[in-house]
Structure formats: structure tokens, C-alpha cells
T-cell receptor, first 111, second 113 residues
Framework: SQQGEEDPQALSIQEGENATMNCSYKTSINNLQWYRQNSGRGLVHLILIRSNEREKHSGRLRVTLDTSKKSSSLLITASRAADTASYFCATDETSGSRLTFGEGTQLTVNP | SAVISQKPSRDICQRGTSLTIQCQVDSQVTMMFWYRQQPGQSLTLIATANQGSEATYESGFVIDKFPISRPNLTFSTLTVSNMSPEDSSIYLC??????????FGPGTRLTVT
């Protein structure tokens, strides 16, 4: 069964705007990872945030983690058409172990 | 990070047949996993491929249907046996790293007719 939910399920924005996707999970975690998937291809690893971290940045990506609310958000700033993809969060309860995925958010960035 | 390749990238198979998917990593890794992604859905873990011992399967997945081999620390195979149209999915292998990041192969898109 899936760990939790992501919202929104689908998001459509204009190029240059920011995109925010949220992920909630149910159990205690050690790490949370975000992935991008283009058109049913393999997953591209974006960023990992540990349970003792609250915020992490990588280029145009900003990830936050609130373990008290069991939730995370992924912010993509200054979006581009090439950011159009599905975005998934995934958690592990033990570091390096199996991942449990959220349902994903389909992001469409219109040129 | 790790570079992961999968073969085949896609296949169309007839029901009742079996397909073996290969996963090759460019470095030795301890943890390897196999996931399934059904059309329009998220990823579900099938099993953890253990080197030198039997794979550890998740609830709902059994060895007779999805036998897995892991002969060494860089290679694993997943076989989808006695296929039915419900097995049409993308199958992905992944590896864990010492920094706990998990990287995925490009996936194998399977269509069963």
C-alpha cells in the first residue's frame, strides 16, 4: 500500500511561475526523497532530505520537511517547460531500505 | 550516484510466456530492489534482491510469479512468469547507496497481449 498522498494530483502553470507540490506520509521515517519521471520513463533522483533536516536546496529546487505533520513540500522556482513531468516523494523507515512512494503529482508547465 | 542499465527497455509478450529483465550497475552495491509501476499509477516494491540468498518479497508478490536472481553485487534479474495482461507495467530496478539515496534504472516497459 502507498505510504501517503501527494497533492495536488495535477498542477498546470505557466513558464516562469513557481510550482509547489506536497507529500504526506503515515509512519515515522528516516529519509524522504523526491523523484521526477518523464512520460513513464525511469525515475530521476532530485533530492534527499533526512528526518533531522527541515529544509534543503538544490538549484531551483527547495524541499521542506515537517516531521510533526508528517509532510514535505517540493518547490520548483522559475519553472520551465522542460520541468513538465510527474513528481513523486518516497520515504524509508530505515535508512537505505525499501522505499514507499506517494501517488505523485503531474506537473504541466505551459510555454 | 550509480549508473544503472536495464534490458530489455521494452517488450511485447504473449500471455502465458515469461520474460526475464536484467539490471546491471556500474559499481558494487549492497541493496538492490525491483519495483512495478502499473499504468497511470505510482511505484510498488516487488522485492529486495539479496546477494547470495533468496529475495525478500513484499505482500502480494510471490517467488513463483516473480523469481529473482542476484548472483553478485552488480547484477540482478527479475522474471515475470506465466504472464497475463494484468502484468503489463513498467518494471524498474533500483540500488541504494551509502548516503541512502536510491537510484533507478530506465525501466522495462512490458505489454502482455
Amino acid at each position: 500500500s502507498q505510504q501517503g498522498e501527494e497533492d495536488p494530483q495535477a498542477l498546470s502553470i505557466q513558464e516562469g511561475e513557481n510550482a509547489t507540490m506536497n507529500c504526506s506520509y503515515k509512519t515515522s521515517i528516516n529519509n524522504l526523497q523526491w523523484y521526477r519521471q518523464n512520460s513513464g520513463r525511469g525515475l530521476v533522483h532530485l533530492i534527499l532530505i533526512r528526518s533531522n533536516e527541515r529544509e534543503k536546496h538544490s538549484g531551483r529546487l527547495r524541499v521542506t520537511l515537517d516531521t510533526s505533520k508528517k509532510s514535505s513540500s517540493l518547490l520548483i522556482t522559475a519553472s520551465r517547460a522542460a520541468d513538465t513531468a510527474s513528481y513523486f516523494c518516497a520515504t524509508d523507515e530505515t535508512s537505505g531500505s525499501r522505499l514507499t512512494f506517494g501517488e505523485g503529482t503531474q506537473l504541466t508547465v505551459n510555454p | 550516484s550509480a549508473v544503472i542499465s536495464q534490458k530489455p527497455s521494452r517488450d511485447i509478450c504473449q500471455r502465458g510466456t515469461s520474460l526475464t529483465i536484467q539490471c546491471q550497475v556500474d559499481s558494487q552495491v549492497t541493496m538492490m530492489f525491483w519495483y512495478r509501476q502499473q499504468p497511470g499509477q505510482s511505484l510498488t516494491l516487488i522485492a529486495t534482491a539479496n546477494q547470495g540468498s533468496e529475495a525478500t518479497y513484499e505482500s502480494g508478490f510471490v517467488i513463483d510469479k516473480f523469481p529473482i536472481s542476484r548472483p553478485n553485487l552488480t547484477f540482478s534479474t527479475l522474471t515475470v512468469s506465466n504472464m497475463s495482461p494484468e502484468d503489463s507495467s513498467i518494471y524498474l530496478c533500483s540500488v541504494g547507496t551509502i548516503s541512502y539515496e536510491q537510484y533507478f534504472g530506465p525501466g522495462t516497459r512490458l505489454t502482455v497481449t
